[in-house]
């Protein structure tokens, strides 16, 4: 079938003798996280003897032109082009530069048309014209001139276009293979979790979401999604640069079966598929009703200050990604959405964090948010200089609990220089690293517990 | 592997096969829980008469500021195959790009006689360049030529959406009428926390009512709708990392103040933009140059599509002007705990229009024990600028957050304005800020200088020379010497602080005239300065030497 913009623009070429190539026959996508998706098409291609361009309508119209690489026996592959010198008002005009174009007159106050031939000298600053004998401004008298160009260049296009530039000793009538990257497909997890305080318990579910900003629709495409994070050069905002080198494989034959790719996980998703462009698809991958979770509340300090009004504490669900967890499953990195339930029992959203790809046996802590009704008040109580390099600092916490519940907070005090010490702690604490120390208070219900301790450090 | 398994049972609907397609047209009912951060999350019923077959069900009116990526279909009895968002919409743009090969009718009005002539034509390029055309007489390009120029579509591209769209595959299953639960958070809503403090300052009493201010910014309307909306920060992570904030990741902002800045910038943001704007500047202008003197005209005539039954800037502002109060006798919003937060819920259903502001009261304790007293903080940095000044005290109004003192209410963060009473009526007398305030905190707002109560700063600054024993200490001895004075015909309370340059936090007061209390660190003295009377104090501060400190 002939795309009907091919057909359109055919009209104005004519030079070369142009085909297009079929509709697809099998279409295999490849796609990673990165905005990034291996395309191969497998095509239908019936050739006359002789040299000629193929055109290839309805590929990715965010095609890496650099990637393209085209396979099809008996024919012999004289060059690979892709133009994307847009058709463009302003283009047409500097094409048109030393040939001829008609303008039309009309006059503001009878509507009379008047027309001329002008030749286009120019179009810089504005359109040089020389109509007879005399040079003029296009329009530079302000009054209404159309301007009819007699035909469009061929190497100018409606949209960016790829075609190959074939040599075919004998008819063919084959099958031919199109293989690129594209941008504009990516797929990312997100995540639902609707925690259960009471139960401790987390009910996970999982889905991918694909979504295609190509600008074009792949039908009835094979789709795998590999999971992992490929080295992509020349990150230039949104859109990389890709040179995807040794990673590249002929993608597609086997996805249902297809092993990993090296160090990267493969999910393929069995049945045909079609992505509309502007479309988000989203498929389930995960469901779990009972996943142990706790929840923790923690609050870090990296200096020794006082301040006027209370820090509120962090809030953490922590879970395990373990069998015996009730999850123990690889999870592609997204965006997990916390959901707990009010008192009607309707979920309402409470917070949101990224996972990165996680494999089974992991441990996660998801930042869910600032608790309302625990606070923290730190005072700097009384500085000591000890030498030219080490002070001590007294440190008072008070921790308040407005919940109905008693609670236990994790304080830290991070950030600390090389030489640091704990003396005189109302709570006992523990070094949690090399620069920082923990301590856990705890906090009856509606209560306060205060936090004191002296911290030297030095270097 | 588990996971893979469950993958390959990802069963998407064979293609080609039709599916029975059902629209559901409007949800039976919808909760709308609203966040600070400018956006909602979405819980709408539906209910959907299933055939036993496999079926596409669309749902139709969601909000369309929604992230697709949120979306939640959940009692719907059956597996959910996959879930699309289509978002390809019809605009000037992708119909004009869409429609590269087709037939348009061209229509030019000719200025003078006003006489239109239509000539068919072939769109054959439309990108940001510019839009081309061909009809026979040659290839033109449009809005070029300075005359009236209308391009006419026979029809809209099959493949562009109304409004976009969710729908889900769902497999074959029991048919019968099913109550569906869609979910999703969606941009455009926010709201905030006022409250009016009326003070009797004789009676050291205030009144405190709080109101919950509602903004819908989208162009949904809801006509009977549960409304939450829930006090406190969210984790939240931003729009362009997928998440549903468009803040930015909460990470981020360090602190209080960055987040209501950022909260203010973006409320200014929402309310002075208009959804049509986006529409309008997606169109292509794109030409070849022509005369240089005609730029500026030709240009100013290109907006004319902008006229085009847009809703004009002055529209929009009386709009979100038009503030809904309700009742002031009507219950308040009910308060629960949701998890670690505090939700309100207004306990009548009620309507939201589109890019309205509405108010709603959440709490009124009549009778909340305060203490107003002037106050300054003096710190190193700033005494050497002060000295032989007359600084005017800050009014401060304080409470204990707790039952015993009227209150014991959370209090969600927000603008506290307060009016005194004066006679039978009250006047304005300032307004601060409160952070997110659980019960036990104590609160202290700010909310103007006094004329009546200053401060005179009287301390010799030659005399802080470095003295043998300031060496040794390796510290400055700044004397300080204040005089108090209270020009009202009352006795009022001062506190006087004194703090410490940030960069020593080292603070030593010594030989003060009155006992020193502590006060988030610093020194503070507590007094009162008898009506038409003064108060002298002094001490000294020490200030380290030194600046290798920490």
Known sequence: MRHGVWAVIGLFSGVVLAADSGEDRELSLTIYNKNLALVEHVRPLKLAAGQQRVEFAGVSAQIVPE??????????????????????????????????????????????????????????????????????????????????????????????????????????????????????????????????????????????????????????????????????????????????????????????????????????????????????????????????????????????????????????????????????????????????????????????????????????????????????????????????????????????????????????????????????????????????????????????????FTLRQGW | MRLRAALLMLALPALGAAQTRIISTQPDSVSLTIYRDFFALITETRTVDLPAEAVTLEFDGVVDTLIPQSAVIAETGRTVEEGNYDFDRLSTANLLRKSIGRKVTLTRTNRATGKASQVEATLISANDGGVIFNTGAGAEALKCSGLPEKMTFEQIPADLKLKPALSIHLAAGTPGKRQVRVSYIAQGFGWAADYVARVDADANRMNLQGWLTLRNFTSARFESAQVQVVAGRLNLLDVAGRGSSTLGDSSNILNEESLAYARSEKLDELQSSTDLSNFVADYFYGCYPYGPAVFPGARDKLPMLMRVDSITSEDIGEDLAEVIVSGFRAPLAERENLADYQMYRIPWKTALGARQTKQVAFLHQPDVTIERFYGIRMAPDAEADMDGDISQLAVHVGWKNTRAYGLGEPLP??????????????????????????????????????????????????????????????????????????????????????????????????????????????????????????????????VRLDREDD
């Open chain 2, 413 to 542: 963060g927000g603008i506290v304005r307060v009016f005194d009473r004066n006679g039978d009526g009250s006047v304005f007398a300032g307004e601060d800020s409160i952070e997110d305030t659980p019960v036990g905190v104590p609160s202290e707002l700010s909310i103007g200088q006094s004329p009546d109560v200053a401060v005179l700063l009287n301390s010799p600054s030659d005399d802080a020379k470095a003295t043998l024993w300031s060496l040794l200490t390796r510290r400055v001895y700044l004397p300080i010497d204040l005089s108090i004075s209270n020009a009202k015909s009352r006795p009022v309370l001062v506190e006087i602080r004194q703090g410490s340059m940030a960069h020593d936090r080292d603070l030593h007061v010594s030989r003060a005239t009155l006992r020193p209390g502590r006060k988030a660190g610093d020194y503070a003295w507590r007094f009162t300065v008898p009506a038409h009377g003064e108060q002298r104090l002094s001490y000294k501060v020490g």
């Open chain 1, 67 to 452: 990637t393209v690489s085209f396979s099809a026996a008996n024919v012999e592959l004289i060059e690979q082009n892709f133009d994307y010198d847009l058709l463009t008002p302003a283009k047409l005009m500097e094409k048109a530069i030393g040939g001829k174009v008609r303008l039309v007159h009309t006059n503001p106050a009878t509507g009379a048309e008047t027309s001329e031939i002008a030749e286009v000298l120019s179009t810089v600053g504005g359109t040089v014209l020389r109509i007879g004998s005399r040079i003029e401004v296009l329009r530079d008298d302000s009054l209404p001139t159309r301007v009819i160009f007699d035909k469009v260049p061929d190497n100018l296009r409606a949209r960016p276009t790829l075609s190959v530039l074939v040599n075919v000793a004998q008819p063919v009538d084959q099958d031919v293979r199109l293989t690129y990257l594209s941008h504009g497909l990516s797929w990312n997890a997100d995540y639902v979790a609707v925690f259960d305080e009471p139960k401790n318990a987390l009910s996970m579910q999982g889905w991918i979401t694909l979504s295609n900003e190509s600008g074009t629709t792949f039908t009835n495409a094979r789709a795998q999604l590999v999971a992992g994070d490929l080295h992509v050069t020349g990150s230039d905002s949104a859109m990389d640069d890709v040179g995807f080198g040794s990673a590249r494989r002929t993608a597609g034959k086997d996805s249902g079966s297809a092993p990993p790719l090296a160090d990267y996980y493969v999910y393929p998703i069995r049945q045909l598929t079609t992505i509309a462009n502007q479309q988000n698809k989203q498929v389930s991958f995960l469901e779990s009703a009972n996943v142990k979770a706790t929840k923790g509340y923690e609050i870090s300090f990296s200096d020794f200050a006082s301040r006027d009004d209370p820090q509120s504490a962090q809030v953490r669900v922590r879970f395990a990604n373990s069998k015996d967890g009730g999850l123990g499953e690889q999870l592609p990195a997204g965006v997990v959405r916390v959901y707990a339930r009010d008192s009607r029992g309707q979920p309402q959203f409470i917070g949101e964090d990224r996972i990165g790809h996680t494999s089974a046996g992991s441990e996660l802590a998801l930042r869910i948010g600032d608790a309302f009704d625990v606070t923290v008040t730190p005072t700097l109580t009384q500085t000591n200089k000890i030498n030219r390099r080490t002070t001590d600092y007294q440190m008072s916490y008070l921790v308040r609990n407005a919940k109905p519940s008693p609670i236990v907070l994790t304080l830290r005090q991070d950030e600390l220089w090389r030489v640091n010490s704990v003396s005189a702690e109302s709570i006992k604490g523990r070094r949690t690293d090399a620069d920082s120390f923990a301590w856990d208070v705890p906090v009856a219900a509606n209560g306060e517990s205060t936090l004191t």
